[in-house]
């Protein structure tokens, strides 16, 4: 879900109640952004702390053994035991291969789910969110004396945004004569819905359980959606827009965070990983892009970059947003203090401003290169 629609309510109540619960005991990350707007790239950043490949291409399906030292890794040299649950099919776009050089002691996805009842239903990309918590928590409480670190990875809210039959609908029944635009988005708030309660299912056994006693959520949204707030812009990969990449992220822990608190900062996917780590003490891989949110840092930006349709590449500065589209130079410039929907682009009134972003940009993408070219020289 995006930012956007995070404080949404519905016939008066909340679109999110689970989020709201758990952001009261957590650190709530204000200007988050998923530094590319799609679940495989996503992947690929909050394992490895690695930017996405300058071309289309997906780092996890086509190089899949890359040399980047994931999260996982790094937590199982330290004695950790290592999941991934996932209400889809991770065979897709190459993420059941990726995650096998990973160090993942335990995957769970769709071809075991589909076979456990009562929620292995199809919704959607795959079953019933609900699937996820029963066999996830048996092998946590038979995992032995080790800490655990484990990756929830739902399906929902995805398009076609189905939730299960009978599920509480919070915009009410949908009419089915009603325009394509209308019926997916009021489906698509239904979904986020339903996946929330699931999200609350979920942590309430384990709190039950005991596993969340001296253990740290990292809660977040790989990417945005978008319903045409700019045109042509839908789903999500498209566009560098604050529907498509900014984003809702947490963590939360009961005893670190007896009360709210709000990071005021920029963010990305790129510095959860290195958070992690930080938090436990333990020090960050070289080849690590990202920062630790909690550690003293002077540069709070967030670099954006999509290529689907079009090669998009912008940047997220204190209250500026900058995007750039790459094959013909077309600059957009956002004030998000005055113009949070990104209405009026004011790059002609500030051309210092687009000249600096111009270049990082420019850079950026050059060290993306680079960078890739280096790793990728070592397969």
């Known amino acids: 879900a995006p930012m956007k629609y995070f404080n949404m309510e519905i016939y008066g109540e909340k679109l999110l109640p689970n989020w709201h619960r758990l952001k009261k005991n957590s650190l709530f990350m204000k200007n988050h952004y998923a530094n590319f707007p799609l679940s495989a790239n996503a992947m690929l950043s909050v394992f490895t702390s690695a930017y996405s490949h300058h071309s289309k291409d997906l780092v996890i399906q086509k190089y899949s053994s890359v040399k980047l030292k994931s999260i996982s890794e ?17 065979r897709y776009a190459g993420q059941r291969r990726f995650l096998s050089y990973r160090a993942i002691d335990r995957i769970i996805d769709l071809p075991e789910l589909e076979k456990i009842p009562p929620y292995n239903i199809k919704v959607g990309w ?37 939730i299960p039959e009978g599920f509480k609908q919070i915009t009410g029944p949908v009419p089915s004569g009603i ?57 999500h990969p498209f566009f560098l827009y604050e529907e498509n990449v900014h984003v809702p992220f947490l963590i939360y822990n009961r005893d670190l965070f007896p009360e709210p608190l709000i990071y005021n900062g920029i963010s990305s996917h790129v510095d959860i990983p290195v958070t992690v780590i930080d938090i436990l003490g333990i020090k960050k891989d070289e080849k690590h892009e990202g920062k630790s949110i909690l550690s003293a840092h002077m540069e709070e930006l967030a670099f954006l970059h999509t290529y689907w349709k079009d090669d998009y590449t912008g940047v997220r500065d204190g209250k500026w947003k900058y995007i750039r ?50 790793i990728l020289s070592h397969q």
């Open 74 to 90: 790094i937590l199982k040299d330290e004695g950790y035991t290592t999941a991934v649950v996932h209400t889809g099919d991770l």
């Open 126 to 162: 795959g079953v019933d969110e609900r699937a996820m918590t029963a066999p996830s928590v048996e092998f946590l409480k038979n995992r032995g004396e080790s800490p655990f670190f484990i990756t929830y990875f739902p399906a929902n809210p995805h398009h076609p945004y189905a």
């Open 179 to 235: 325009d394509y635009k209308k019926r997916n988005w009021l489906n698509y708030l239904n979904s986020m819905h339903y996946a929330d309660y699931c999200l609350g299912e979920l942590i309430d056994t384990l709190e039950k359980e005991g596993l969340m006693e001296n253990t740290i959520l990292f809660l977040f949204a790989d990417h945005g959606e978008a319903f045409y707030q700019h045109p042509q812009n839908y789903n």
């Open 325 to 374: 589209r790459m094959d013909n130079a077309m600059e957009e410039l956002y004030n998000l203090e005055t113009d949070p929907d990104e209405i009026k682009n004011i790059k002609d009134n500030h051309p210092e401003l687009a000249e600096k972003f111009r270049s990082f940009i420019l850079n950026s993408r050059d060290y993306q290169i680079k960078f890739y070219e280096k």
